[in-house]
């Protein structure tokens, strides 16, 4: 039996590293393009704001742009369903190809957009369906990626091999970071505002065909006449691993109202919380975000010996323990260089699950399931949390109340170690290489999940 063969019935253990690098990096060469189209939103906000809302003073037109930015995190759970069915019936790589045109749509839209001057409501309208596209586009994108990547590695490297995503992620961010810091130099502030703002959105448009093509040469992870037996990718099917479901759910609620914190929203709390200027404050997040993603194959590794449950763990206890005494010592930090050490001590907490996230997730889910299994509680959890932790940010700093998100965010963290903490030994008893005894191991066990994991494929 040929290699492409093996692939496409699950046995990914005997395909060559050669050829598990290059899907890797074909999954992952998209999921960059995907965040960097996502996040240049949040990072020229701060421009366009007032083009397409503008009445109100800085903070409630920032808030105005949050909100569609929060919006677009609630189209994720349909991306997750939608693209969970397609990617557990008819494979990881079609999903993964058609959320990129979704991604490139929605960023040239925004590009080619017309002010509130020109066309009146019309305009902040067609910025909400440029990024309900987008959000649909990214809700299928970290589900449908992290299960790839975590079906193609091998196991005892898992870990290692998913922090590529989220080094991905984050170097899409420090691409969006890195566009806006160039156009700053090269263009005034007058002409970012009037039309400097729209070149990163074309950039990210253009990148999307390059994209197409690479993914257009990846492997497939899952046979498609197994899956289908198995009644892949139905709420049905998903609903018999409530354990899971809630155990997923949890874990992301915590993990991304923490990284939007420290990522995106950290540029605007950099600016109107301690005083920087946005040069600055590009400039902090681009050496700090450079600095996380250099970390990210360092704790995968270290995940891959401890654990992903452990590491997920270690990450809730710092991050309760600590968010709230990092927060209030920032914003009291007027100088560079303190302000960029303490973010970065921020996002050195976070690496301790940035790596095993997408992993750990994959591990609770059998195959004909995980897509969906994956998506569709990550893309909840992360618009409950996620998407609204810079509306909820600026929210309680314009109530004068700025002391409680860091509360908010501490008690959420918490809820992820607890959520960390009830799961078995994963390594044992998780789907990717244990018994796949997950629900059997739980309070909430359910009698109707077979005990089949992928090593018994």
Known sequence: MNT?????????????????????????????????????????????????FPHGNQTTQLMATAGI?????????????????????????????????????GSLLIAFLPTYETIGISAPLLLLVARLMQGLSVGAEYGTGATYISEISRKGTRCFFGSF???????????????????QFL????????????????????????????????????????????????????MKYKKAIVVTLFLTMGCSLYFYTFTSYMQK????????????????????????????????????????????????LLATFFVIPLMQTLQ?????????????????????????????KADLYPANIRVLGVSLPYAIGNAIC??????????????????HFYIYVAVMTFLSFVAAWMLPDLK????????GRIEEMTALRNKKAPLISDTQL
């Open 332 to 360: 009291g930090a007027h100088d560079i260089w303190t302000a960029m050490a303490l973010v970065v001590a921020g996002l050195l907490i976070a690496s301790f699950y940035t790596p095993v996230t997408g992993v750990m």
């Open 386 to 403: 996620g998407g609204t932790a810079e509306y909820v940010a600026l929210y309680t700093r314009s109530i004068g109340a700025e002391s």
């Open 269 to 316: 709390f950099l600016v109107l919380s301690v005083g920087l200027s946005p040069e600055t404050a590009g400039f902090i997040m681009t050496i700090a975000l450079a600095l996380f993603m250099i970390m990210q194959p360092v704790f995968g590794a270290l995940a891959d010996r401890i654990g992903s449950r452990n590491s997920m763990m270690l990450f809730g």
């Open 165 to 183: 995503q989220y080094m991905t992620i984050i170097a899409g961010q420090l691409l969006a970071l890195l566009t806006v810091s160039v156009l």
């Open 69 to 105: 930015f929060a919006v677009g995190f609630f189209m994720r759970p349909i991306g997750g369903w939608i693209f969970g069915y397609i990617a557990d019936n008819k494979g990881r790589k079609i999903a993964m190809i058609i959320s990129i045109f979704l991604m490139c749509g």
């Open 4 to 52: 492409t063969t093996d692939i496409a019935e699950g046995r990914t253990h005997d395909i060559s590293n050669k050829l598990r690098v290059k899907s890797i990096l074909s999954a992952c060469s998209g999921n960059m393009v995907e965040w960097y189209d996502f996040f240049i939103y949040a990072y020229t906000s701060i421009y366009f704001a007032a083009l397409f």
């Open 187 to 238: 263009l005034s502030p007058e002409d970012m505002r009037a039309w400097g703002w729209r070149i990163p959105f074309l950039i990210g448009a253009v990148s999307s065909i390059i994209v197409v093509y690479l993914r257009r040469h990846m492997v497939e992870t899952i046979a498609n006449k197994k899956a289908k037996n198995a009644q892949a990718g139905t709420l049905k099917e998903l």
């Open 428 to 435: 044992k008893h998780g789907w990717l290489d244990g018994d």
